[in-house]
């Protein structure tokens, strides 16, 4: 058996001859020889843009109000163990291995992703530090997804674009469809944006969950210095979100959709709500770091995100250049992440991903030039090299914006404390 974390995390990645293999039986089987059943209450957390924000305004929520919260999300930024969280920390690496090592013991001769290793993993975590409550992320999908082998009693769907089309469909109804998979008999399912596929509703009704939609079952009004909800309770004069950006108040109405659906089993006060929203931190999301020339990190990876971060950009200061470190995986929509940014960069700096599936610099390069109609592109071997670039020619009045992947915030993350 591996000894470090580290020789675990390398094992994990030869087990299964696929990254990615959708489906719940593998999971399910190896769930029951763990008898891995979890009491208390799950919120399980899909869609395509907005699940780590969801989920870090719902830990840091129900953290305030004295709970102890447990939550698996993915993927990391910089250590593993940022993946499985128990109030508010990270669990240590031998917890990890052990659980690793017991989940290696039982599996026999299922295979078992990366990903499914760390979901049941994740699951004893939770369970042996006795936790009263988690919040699951979905991988990738739903429907088939390691975390959907737990049954939630609220489960949200974040919002619907086109992202990983060869695993859930080309349209975003087939997307929803799949996203909707978590949905269970009898509870309450969570839809936060306006723009619903017929999918949802479709799916909802199907299985007999209690469908809440952003616009419907609930809203919010924004004020210029504090924003009102409007769901099963109202919620009024409240502090506008810590996380930046132009959907955080989707995302935080999101929040207390489940905090109202779980009311009767997870009391939040007022005093906790306002606590989550001013303390809740999530690395990469649109986060500004401090200092001259601002340096901006988003994992921004498809349009629908790429569109976001290009209306946060717009909302900023004008500044005299934007310079763009840009690094992205080749089974993205590289055309139209790019197409979503052009008018907010006034240079490219395109980086390669050491990655199985990461893009070349000069395969992201060309595909830039294809959609520029003018404007300066330079190809660097790393993200490291590229920031490095940036923050050389940048003068104080301009702005750098690192995105395209968790691989590129978090090189860049390793470049700048370096």
């Not at 953290?63 to 990270?90: D, F, K, W």
């Amino acid at each position: 058996m591996p000894k470090s974390l580290s020789a675990w995390l390398t094992h994990l990645e030869s087990l299964h001859p696929k990254t990615i293999a959708l489906g719940l039986e593998r999971v399910a089987e190896v769930r029951q020889r763990l008898k891995l059943d979890p009491t208390f209450p799950i919120i399980v957390v899909g869609g395509t843009n907005g699940k780590g924000s969801v989920c870090a305004m719902l830990e840091a929520m129900l953290h305030a109000a004295g709970y102890s919260v447990g939550c698996y999300t993915s993927p990391h930024l910089i250590n593993y163990n940022e993946r499985v969280r128990i109030a508010g920390q990270p669990v240590s690496d031998a917890e990890l291995c052990a659980s690793f090592e017991q989940i290696e013991r039982v599996r026999g001769d299922i295979a078992l992703t990366y990903f499914e290793f760390g979901t049941l993993a994740a699951m004893q975590s939770f369970i042996s530090h006795d936790v009263e409550v988690a919040i699951l992320e979905v991988g990738l999908g739903g429907r088939l997804d390691a975390v959907n082998v737990f049954d939630s009693d609220c489960a949200v769907v974040t919002s619907i674009d086109i992202d990983h089309a060869d695993y859930l469909g080309d349209t975003r109804e087939k997307i929803a469809y799949e996203k909707a998979g978590i949905f269970r008999a009898g509870k309450v399912a969570v839809f936060g944006d306006t723009d619903m596929p017929d999918a949802i509703a479709t799916q909802a009704q199907k299985k007999g969950a209690q469908l809440w939609r952003l616009g419907r079952e609930f809203s919010f009004k924004t004020g210029e210095l504090q924003w009102d909800y409007q769901g099963v309770a109202k919620r009024s004069s409240l502090p506008f979100p810590a996380l930046r950006g132009a959907f955080q108040l989707n995302n935080a109405s999101t929040v207390l959709a489940v905090l109202d659906a779980l009311k009767e089993r997870l009391p939040v006060s007022m005093a906790a709500v306002r606590r989550g929203l001013t303390e809740v931190e999530l690395a990469g999301r649109f986060q500004v770091l401090p200092g001259k020339p601002v340096l901006i990190l988003d994992v921004a990876h498809n349009p629908h995100a790429a569109r976001s971060l290009a209306k946060n950009l717009a909302s900023m200061p004008p500044c005299a250049r934007t310079y763009a470190v840009c690094a992205m995986l080749k089974d993205k929509d590289m055309a139209g992440v790019v197409r979503e940014l052009i008018w907010q960069v006034d240079i490219w700096l395109v980086a390669g991903i050491s990655a199985p599936r990461g893009a070349t610099a000069d395969e992201l390069g060309n595909v830039v030039r294809q959609e520029l109609f003018d404007g300066s592109v330079l190809p660097f071997a790393t993200v490291t090299a590229a920031l490095h670039h940036a923050c050389k020619e940048a003068g104080e009045n301009d702005r750098i914006v690192a995105f395209g992947s968790f691989y590129t915030v978090a090189e860049a993350m390793r470049a700048k404390s370096a």
